[in-house]
Structures are given as C-alpha cells and as structure tokens.
C-alpha cells in the first residue's frame, strides 16, 4: 500500500448526512495521518461544515462537488440509471477509476450494490456480493454473511460466501484455516430446507475450507464459527434482532441502576465492568459491513449512524485496504474456485 491510503466518503447520505460524516470524517483524520479523505458532496454545504468543526486546513481532507443525493428509498435500477451525479456514485466511480483505494457510504443499501456491481464488477467466480460484517463472540468476533444483500440464494451462493468469508478472516484477522459454519435451525444432518442442505454438501467437498458443519442461532455469539454463513433474508433478522436486543440490555441495566439511591452506588462501583459489557454490545462499535465480492473496498455504513458509528465504518475502510483485502481475496479465490 502506498504511504497514505484515501478513502472516498459520501459525505451527503444517511438519516443525518454531513452534519455527522463531516465532523466524524475531522475526528479520523486526528487519529489517522496516514490517510486521504475525499468528501463527496455539495462542496458549499461541506466547506462550510468544515469551517465549523476545524480551526486550520487539512491537507489531508479533499471537497469533491457532486450535485445530486440517492434516496434512501429508492430503486436500486432507477438510482443506477439516473442518478450518477450523485455523491454515492461519485464516492464509488473514484475507486474504480483508482484515485481511490476504498468507498464509505451511510446510503442506500441497495443502489450501493447496483453501483458497486455497474462499476467495480465482482471477483472471477463470484456471482453476487455479499454485506459481511462482524459479531462478537466469547472468542473475539465472528463474519457473518450475507446480512441483507441477497434475499434469495442459491446453493452454490452460499458456497460462494464461505469462500469469500474464509479469505476475509484470514485476511484481516491473519487466521488460519477459520472455522465455518452454515447457520440452521439444527446441527442434524437432516435439518434444513434443499438449498442449505446441498449448500452444505458444496461446502464440505472444497478442501481448502475448514467447515465444521450446521451452526443455530445460539452458536453465533458463542464462537463455535470464525465465519457465519446464510443468506441475506435469514442475516438480516438475525442481525437487527441481536442490535434490538443488545438496545434492550443497555436500557434495562440504566433503568435498574437508577431506581434508587443504593442501586447508583452499585452503578458507581460496578462502572468499569459496565463499560466493558457496553463495549461488547454496542451496535456501533462494529458499524461497517463490507460488500464482499467486489473488486475494491466499499463499506456500508448504518444509515441511522451518529459521529462514533461512522468513524468506526471510516476505520473498517481503513483496516481493508490496509490488509490488502480485495488483491489478497481475488487471489485467493483464483486458487479456491
């Protein structure tokens, strides 16, 4: 990699746009000299941000104009056909065009995948994507794919994202041989609907993948798998299930510990194991999923993202282009595929 990495950001999607990438875009750069940020955007609106939240120039930190901003519910094709001034386009056309090694985008999920498709294309033997991302686990952490991308798929495409999966754990986490598992509703052979099960018996003949079999819900978060396979309808419940539930913890622990005097002294005394447990379950310290199977590094940020939740998606941009995440995947699946 070179001596600085940049990373384009559209700095105008999400729930709250600029009023939280840029200040979160600010803090990054204080704690990383090493990379170039691009700002994709409406540069009278960003500029003046920017005047706002920093006393001096950076010269680190670039204003690009676009005039245009995907909606959050718009169609994926319509977004591709006619919205290519667009800041999520733009932030995207500047990796494939090379000025930029990553993309970060708090934006539509879907046009994110039609434009990452349109410009980046994916890997050989990759047919789609996936949205990958990490859990935690009693060991550490766990991938999981796919968690939205693909409502329907195939066999073969679950094969595909254990592949994919395998590379990214020891390519940002320099495992070797990670552990992969098929989430199920059992661990029985005879468990599961066709396409999991002739899933599983892909993933099983490829002698370069060390699966360990079905997995269910409650083996994620216990470690059992480095990587987490199933598809995107079945990802998507189970991750924003685990993010409400994980909600629901925090708020029930400050509720108990207010009730009373006796109880906000035992919150004083129990604070640093209470801030460990936050540490743990907070949604937002993992903010940032990968679109897997693209030929460059773009990264999906939640759209409800507030200023530390996006510079944790900006620091997972950072993490793959330094590991070399997409030279190292492409190779990898030359050989595996």
């Known amino acids: 990699m070179a001596a600085k990495c940049t990373l384009a950001i ?10 939280v990438i840029v200040p979160s875009a600010l803090e990054f750069l204080t704690r990383y000299n090493d990379c170039h940020l691009l700002l994709v955007g409406d540069q009278n609106q960003l500029r003046s941000l920017i005047n706002q939240h920093s006393a001096s120039a950076n010269t680190n930190l670039e204003v690009i104009h676009t005039d245009e901003v995907v909606g959050m519910d718009e169609k994926p094709s319509l977004a591709l056909r006619k919205r290519k001034a667009s800041s999520l386009y733009r932030s995207i056309a500047l990796v ?6 990553a993309s970060v985008s708090a934006g539509n999920t879907g046009a994110m995948m039609a434009m990452g498709r349109y ?7 990759i047919d789609r994507p996936a949205i990958a991302s990490e859990l935690p686990t009693r060991e550490g952490h766990c991938y999981m794919l796919d968690l939205g991308a693909n409502v329907d798929c195939s066999a073969e495409h679950l094969f ?3 592949l994919m999966g395998s590379v990214l754990s020891e390519a940002v986490d320099g495992r070797q041989h990670p552990k992969v598992g098929l989430l199920n509703v059992g661990t029985e052979k005879v468990k599961g609907n066709e396409q999991v099960k002739l899933a599983s018996r892909l993933i099983q003949e490829h002698s370069q993948l060390n699966y360990i079999g079905y997995i269910e819900g409650n083996d994620i978060y216990a470690g059992k798998a480095d990587v987490v396979i199933c598809d995107g309808f079945v990802g998507n419940i189970a991750l924003k299930s685990s ?3 994980a909600r629901l913890m925090g708020r029930s622990l400050n509720v108990a510990f207010n009730q009373s005097l006796y109880r906000r002294a035992l919150r004083w005394l129990a604070a640093p194991v209470l801030k460990e447990l936050q540490e743990l379950i907070d949604p937002s310290k ?7 199977g693209l030929q460059g590094v773009v990264i999906k940020s939640h759209g409800s993202a507030n200023h530390s939740c996006f510079i944790h998606a900006i620091e997972q941009a950072r993490a793959e282009v330094v590991s070399g995440l997409s030279q190292r995947l492409n190779d990898r699946l030359a050989t595996m595929i």
């Not at 494939?96 to 090694?101: F, K, L």
């Open 10 to 19: 559209d700095a105008m999607s999400g729930d709250f746009g600029p009023h």
């Open 96 to 101: 494939s065009e090379g000025i930029a090694d």
């Open 119 to 125: 410009l980046l294309q994916t890997h050989a033997g």
């Open 160 to 162: 595909q994202f254990a």
């Open 243 to 245: 993010e409400g539930l």
């Open 286 to 292: 993992r903010n940032g999923a990968s679109l897997l």
